[in-house]
T-cell receptor, first 112, second 112 residues
């Protein structure tokens, strides 16, 4: 059974730092991996989608990488800002399922 | 604006009552999903539908029911059989191109 783990569970950093959030999954037979952001009491916002054939995706200050063989993905946030404070979730879609399996998230706080 | 809407934002229910949560999308997506989110836990899949007039149980379907009579709409009914219904409920949909999943703003259900 696929399991998705995110470490750390919480992270607090000063503004301007570059930081890395980690996501690991137990079964490498995935169709894609998606990173989301969730603000308190809100829905999820899609940040980046990496197909299984891709190694990374970039959007602005965000860069997500995927290493299927090791079952890992990282979300890199450059020059962090207080507005980046949120919970970040990763999710994998397995082949022929059309379903996402979510990690429990990393709660990020960026202080001025 | 294209997107997913959920209503109501907050919902209060007395024990023993059934309630229906609304989810509408104008993204022309075929697949739609209902998740439940509890504090400290990841998202758990309740039901999903890959096409009109068809739906499948997710991991925690007991005490819930759905219908998919129209492509745009996927309402979720929380029945009195659901023993612990207080939670944050999220609806999502997926396009056919790359399977990127998009979420609505959520409904917070509280049982009094």
């Amino acid at each position: 059974k696929q399991e998705v783990t995110q470490i750390p569970a919480a992270l607090s950093v000063p503004e301007g730092e570059n930081l890395v959030l980690n996501c690991s999954f137990t079964d490498s037979a995935i169709y894609n991996l998606q990173w989301f952001r969730q603000d308190p009491g809100k829905g999820l916002t899609s940040l980046l989608l990496i197909q299984s054939s891709q190694r990374e995706q970039t959007s602005g200050r965000l860069n997500a990488s995927l290493d299927k063989s090791s079952g890992r993905s990282t979300l890199y946030i450059a020059a962090s800002q207080p507005g980046d404070s949120a919970t970040y979730l990763c999710a994998v879609e397995e082949y022929n399922t059309d379903k996402l399996i979510f990690g429990t998230g990393t709660r990020l706080q960026v202080f001025p | 604006d294209g997107g997913i809407t959920q209503s109501p934002k907050y919902l209060f229910r007395k024990e023993g009552q059934n309630v229906t949560l609304s989810c509408e999308q104008n993204l022309n997506h075929d697949a739609m999903y209902w998740y439940r989110q509890d504090p400290g836990q990841g998202l758990r899949l309740i039901y999903y539908s890959q096409i009109v007039n068809d739906f499948q149980k997710g991991d925690i379907a007991e005490g819930y029911s759905v219908s998919r009579e129209k492509k745009e709409s996927f309402p979720l009914t929380v029945t009195s059989a659901q023993k612990n219904p207080t939670a944050f409920y999220l609806c999502a949909s997926t396009g056919a191109v790359d399977n990127e999943q998009f979420f609505g703003p959520g409904t917070r259900l509280t049982v009094l």
